[in-house]
């Protein structure tokens, strides 16, 4: 049976909650354990290290670029995470700030992020936002994932169409609802973009700081995912053709407005230039539905086939041999 304290909440900000132990020190309060995940939701340990962080500084700055994040460990649902944030330099215009995430003493996760005094006079431009169908025209992706279970393929595999179930239930439940704006979209030039609407369910009108906080847990999602389906891997099987292992390195987010909100739907599109070596790089760019770019990310991730290399092939042959 599932354990309820490792299911995704419905509410963003009790997803998003940290307790303060001190000034500077604070610590989870829930983590969720995506299906079939090795660690905990990189999203979620992303956007409560960001909370932490805001909560230290002045709050006259906004968080702005840089915010960079690197995964040194998976963590794990079961035990809280303690996040301890330290102010590298404060000047007049940024505040940089550093935020180590520790669990049973390892440090898993650190971010570093600065906060910056907003100067809105400062001249602007920005890449136009996709033409894609308006969020209303989409199905909600629960619904995309549970027609895969009716699929003849999930019909012959029952562990295929389980998961597909636990998908479809997360899902569900998630403070996130998404729909699915275009898959697999191929630009002029063969750029392939997948592009999906997001928005946080039920949220009054945060302020801007813990906006950006919920665009931090929204930039996770499906991102990395995103580069497995440019690549064409499959999710299950054996093979080649077949993904074996996906795992975040880094993540950096860029905001660039404060004026948005996460209760509407905010458009988020992904491509990937550059996989190889079993990794991948994807960016991504979020819109609202005016047009507005309100922030840039970006992540490289672990992306493996089920390809043996010549060490792995030497070492069980060796083995055979023994």
Not at 157 to 172: G, K, L
Not at 220 to 235: E, H, N, Q, T, V
Not at 281 to 306: C, K, M, P
């Given at each position: ?30 983590l969720y354990l ?193 580069a497995r389906l ?45 996989a190889g070596s ?45």
């Amino acid at each position: 049976m599932e354990d309820r304290k490792q299911v995704e909440h419905e509410q963003i900000s009790t997803s998003l909650e940290v307790e303060q132990l001190d000034s500077n020190l604070f610590r989870s309060k829930s983590l969720y354990l995506p299906v079939r995940a090795r660690g905990v939701f990189g999203g979620q340990v992303i956007s409560q290290a960001v909370v932490t962080a805001t909560n230290v500084v002045d709050p006259g700055f906004a968080l702005h670029v840089r915010l960079q994040c690197y995964f040194l460990a998976s963590g794990s649902p079961s035990t809280p995470i303690i996040y301890n944030v330290e102010v590298l330099r404060k000047g007049r215009s940024y505040i940089v700030c550093t935020v180590k995430a520790i669990q049973m003493g390892n440090v898993i996760f650190t971010m570093t992020c600065s906060f910056q005094k907003p100067e809105p006079w400062q001249p602007s431009q920005q890449w136009p936002m996709p033409n894609v169908p308006a969020p209303e025209q989409c199905p909600p992706e629960e619904e995309r994932i549970l027609r895969l279970v009716e699929s003849q393929t999930a019909q012959n595999h029952p562990r295929r169409a389980e998961f597909y179930r636990q998908s479809a239930a997360h899902r569900s439940i998630s403070p996130i609802a998404i729909r699915c704006a275009k898959a697999h979209d191929v630009g002029p030039e063969g750029t392939v973009r997948y592009m999906w609407w997001m928005k946080a369910k039920g949220i009054p009108k945060y302020e801007a700081p813990f906006q950006k906080c919920i665009v931090a847990y929204m930039s996770d999602i499906y991102f990395i995912y995103s580069a497995r389906l440019i690549m064409g891997l499959k999710r299950f099987g054996r093979g080649p053709g077949v993904l074996s292992m996906m795992s975040t390195l880094d993540h950096s987010i860029y905001y660039y407005d404060d004026n948005f909100d996460c209760g509407d739907w905010l458009l988020y599109v992904v491509e990937s230039p550059r996989a190889g070596s079993g990794r991948s790089v994807v960016h991504g760019r979020f819109y609202t539905q005016n047009g507005i770019l309100v922030a840039v990310t970006s992540q490289e991730g672990l992306i493996r086939a089920d390809i043996r290399g010549p060490e792995q092939a030497t070492d069980a042959n060796l083995k055979a041999k023994l």
